[in-house]
């Protein structure tokens, strides 16, 4: 049986479309879809459900882009291409990669044999004239706007260059479309290609600078940022600054990874990876070792002596980690941080918390407070 979660991944990176995987209440069970986009909304997503059949439903929405769903009992499919603006911090305004429906319509049926083994079948193209479900839903661009730096522009940003530190490209692209909305930037130059290009640059500086925090050798990381800004100054046009900036970002972010896991056996690799993606349902060795196909005795014994901790030591030490960035980003209840990180009530977060930083969740919250 093909793992959902990594079919739905491969075929996000090879072809740029955003795909879901539900039930049929709409529970997400796979999602792979471009971090500059919010999730499907939940009337669209509902609609959607009520239209799949075993034959493929090709729509055109409104304000959206080109859907594809279908139902492959007992799960719901659903791919899409966004084709709407997307804007941020009132400055910029620009397009997604588009897809004509043609090749949307070939990729599509890509993940259908790939899932399903068979050739699919496509009902009548259809369109959805709902404005309502539109997914951007910022206000327009202005010459007018001067933004001014502000407090959660700064968090924004801290947020997100922590995911180049950590070498992890899910925090990271989880962090940078709240940076896109919240960040202290604006038009850096008369000229939209100039100001994109000096926007590219400064983001390129930020992220080389995180990337060295967390371990990239200096002269490695500048030598990358010089390579970027020289490709960045001989482009005829940038199309979609944002995208175009978060892909430096995740290469970066990657290169961190690799110095901080060079020495690492690829099942300790893989097994750290496991846990980042299931900090909060991760609960015992066993379950890690079998997806990561090993004995739990032998992956105990390796971890131990590749990272120096046990493998229920380092979920700890995660859990904390992510504890701490909820307690300084978000104004989230503990109790709501507990349960989001799988411990079932607030005290025993506060019990672990306390043991591995000397600090209750309260106390390191008002000691970051600025």
């Given at each position: 049986?093909?793992?959902?979660t990594?079919?739905t991944?491969?075929?996000?990176?090879?072809?740029?479309?955003?795909?879901?995987?539900s039930?049929?209440?709409?529970?997400?069970?796979?999602?792979?879809?471009?971090?500059?986009?919010?999730?499907i909304?939940?009337?669209l997503?509902?609609?959607?459900?009520?239209?799949?059949?075993d034959?493929?439903?090709?729509?055109?929405?409104?304000n959206?882009g080109?859907?594809?769903?279908?139902?492959?009992?007992?799960?719901?499919?659903?791919?899409?291409?966004?084709?709407?603006?997307?804007r941020?911090?009132?400055?910029?305004?620009?397009?997604?990669?588009?897809?004509?429906?043609?090749?949307?319509?070939?990729?599509?049926?890509?993940?259908?044999?790939?899932?399903?083994?068979?050739?699919?079948?496509?009902?009548n193209?259809?369109?959805?004239?709902?404005?309502?479900?539109?997914?951007?839903?910022r206000a327009?661009?202005?010459?007018?706007?001067?933004?001014q730096?502000?407090h959660a522009?700064y968090?924004a940003?801290?947020?997100?260059?922590?995911?180049?530190?950590h070498?992890?490209?899910?925090?990271f692209?989880?962090n940078?479309?709240?940076?896109?909305?919240?960040?202290?930037f604006?038009e850096l130059a008369?000229?939209?290609?100039?100001?994109k290009?000096?926007l590219?640059?400064a983001?390129?500086t930020l992220?080389?600078?995180?990337a060295?925090?967390?371990?990239?050798?200096?002269?490695?990381?500048?030598?990358?940022?010089?390579?970027i800004?020289?490709?960045?100054?001989r482009?005829?046009?940038i199309?979609n600054?944002?995208?175009?900036?978060?892909?430096?970002?995740e290469?970066?972010?990657?290169n961190?990874?690799?110095?901080?896991?060079?020495?690492?056996?690829?099942?300790?690799?893989?097994?750290?990876?496991?846990?980042?993606?299931h900090?909060?349902?991760?609960t015992?060795?066993?379950?890690?070792?079998?997806q990561?196909?090993?004995?739990?005795?032998?992956?105990?014994?390796?971890?131990k002596?590749?990272?120096?901790?046990?493998?229920?030591?380092f979920?700890?030490?995660q859990?904390?980690?992510s504890?701490?960035?909820?307690?300084?980003?978000t104004?989230?209840?503990?109790?709501?941080?507990?349960a989001?990180?799988?411990?079932?009530?607030?005290?025993?977060?506060?019990?672990?918390?306390?043991?591995?930083?000397?600090?209750?969740?309260?106390?390191?919250r008002?000691?970051?407070?600025?």
């Amino acid at each position: 049986m093909i793992d959902q979660t990594e079919l739905t991944t491969t075929f996000y990176n090879a072809t740029g479309l955003s795909i879901l995987i539900s039930d049929n209440a709409g529970r997400q069970l796979a999602l792979a879809k471009n971090p500059l986009l919010p999730e499907i909304p939940t009337a669209l997503l509902t609609k959607l459900i009520e239209l799949s059949r075993d034959q493929v439903q090709l729509l055109t929405v409104i304000n959206f882009g080109f859907v594809a769903v279908y139902a492959a009992a007992p799960e719901i499919v659903i791919i899409w291409a966004a084709t709407n603006a997307i804007r941020a911090n009132g400055i910029y305004d620009d397009k997604v990669p588009l897809v004509d429906l043609h090749h949307f319509r070939a990729q599509v049926t890509l993940f259908y044999v790939a899932q399903l083994q068979q050739t699919p079948s496509f009902g009548n193209e259809q369109q959805l004239a709902m404005e309502d479900f539109a997914i951007i839903d910022r206000a327009p661009k202005t010459a007018e706007i001067e933004k001014q730096p502000s407090h959660a522009g700064y968090l924004a940003e801290r947020k997100m260059l922590l995911g180049v530190e950590h070498g992890n490209v899910n925090e990271f692209n989880t962090n940078y479309l709240p940076f896109m909305q919240e960040g202290n930037f604006g038009e850096l130059a008369a000229s939209d290609l100039r100001s994109k290009k000096n926007l590219t640059i400064a983001a390129t500086t930020l992220f080389t600078r995180a990337a060295i925090r967390g371990g990239l050798y200096a002269e490695n990381a500048y030598n990358l940022s010089d390579l970027i800004i020289k490709q960045s100054e001989r482009l005829p046009e940038i199309t979609n600054v944002y995208e175009y900036t978060r892909t430096i970002g995740e290469r970066f972010t990657l290169n961190v990874a690799r110095i901080k896991r060079q020495s690492l056996p690829t099942v300790i690799y893989r097994a750290q990876e496991y846990i980042y993606d299931h900090l909060a349902t991760l609960t015992n060795v066993a379950t890690l070792a079998e997806q990561v196909q090993c004995s739990p005795s032998y992956l105990m014994h390796l971890f131990k002596a590749s990272t120096g901790v046990s493998v229920m030591q380092f979920i700890t030490e995660q859990r904390i980690l992510s504890a701490k960035q909820l307690l300084i980003f978000t104004q989230e209840p503990i109790s709501e941080i507990a349960a989001t990180l799988g411990y079932p009530n607030q005290a025993q977060l506060a019990h672990i918390f306390k043991q591995n930083t000397g600090l209750t969740p309260t106390q390191f919250r008002k000691s970051q407070q600025l």
